[in-house]
């Protein structure tokens, strides 16, 4: 089974729809991000988290909210969607001690909004 | 803020021959972590290398070096023996010791031609 695992991995919604995004993961790390791709862009960063009661903005973060049900659990947003919001999302987790800061990724939601 | 440029939006390669992709950062902080990813076709996040600013000596994971040169603030890669699998979207990026979040190039797509 995947250590971070994001649902749905794809899907298509209309305008002004609310959707939510989830992340799961199962490697004990505090610290969970979520990131969006564009193509031709590296990933810019959503919102944050170093632990349940610690979120903070990213610099993409207008549009988005987040919500951390707990050390394992990290779920994004849109409240009312919009088609410039169309693009690949990645949830990822970090331990800043043994880990060194590297990122571990969830497999992506693609996510289109017409 | 931090910023990383990935200079080279395409590169190919020859299967078997050895590639550079370049990667140049900004940032102020006199420690901090540096990282290329692979993204192949299925879109998953793949560590491929990590570099810590404090170690002089530059990281190798089997095929995968690096070149770094912290006074320019340059981080390349350089695949060897290249090989079909590698074919993907490699994207460097930065992370500060205690930041934990990460800043991403905008990536370099590799085709490696059989």
């Known amino acids: 089974d995947a250590d971070v695992t994001q649902t749905p991995r794809n899907r298509i919604t209309k305008t002004g729809k609310r959707i939510m995004l989830e992340c799961s993961q199962t490697?004990?790390?505090?610290?969970m991000y979520w990131y969006r791709q564009d193509p031709g862009l590296g990933l810019r960063l959503i919102y944050y988290s170093f632990d349940v009661k610690d979120i903070n903005k990213g610099e993409i973060s207008d549009g988005y909210s987040v919500s951390r049900q707990a050390q394992a659990k990290f779920s994004l947003s849109l409240e009312s969607a919009i088609p410039n919001q169309t693009a690949l999302y990645f949830c990822?987790?970090?331990?800043?001690?043994?880990?060194?800061?590297?990122?571990?990724f969830g497999a992506g939601t693609r996510l289109s909004v017409l | 803020a931090q910023t990383v440029t990935q200079s080279q939006p395409e590169m190919s390669v020859q299967e078997a021959e050895t590639v550079t992709l370049s990667c140049t950062y900004d940032?102020?902080?006199?420690?901090?972590?540096l990282f290329w990813y692979k993204q192949p076709p299925s879109r998953q996040m793949i560590l491929v290398i990590r570099q810590e600013a404090y170690k002089q000596q530059n990281a190798t994971e089997n095929r995968f070096s690096v070149n770094f040169q912290k006074a320019a603030k340059s981080f390349s890669l350089k695949i060897s023996d290249s090989q079909l699998g590698d074919a993907a979207m490699y994207f460097c990026?930065?992370?500060?010791?205690?930041?934990?979040?990460?800043?991403f190039g905008d990536g370099t797509t590799l085709t490696v031609k059989p």
């Open positions: 940032t102020s902080e006199s420690d901090y972590y």
């Open positions: 990026a930065y992370s500060g010791t205690n930041a934990g979040k990460s800043t």
């Open positions: 990822a987790t970090s331990d800043p001690g043994a880990g060194k800061n590297i990122q571990y």
């Open positions: 490697k004990g790390h505090d610290r």
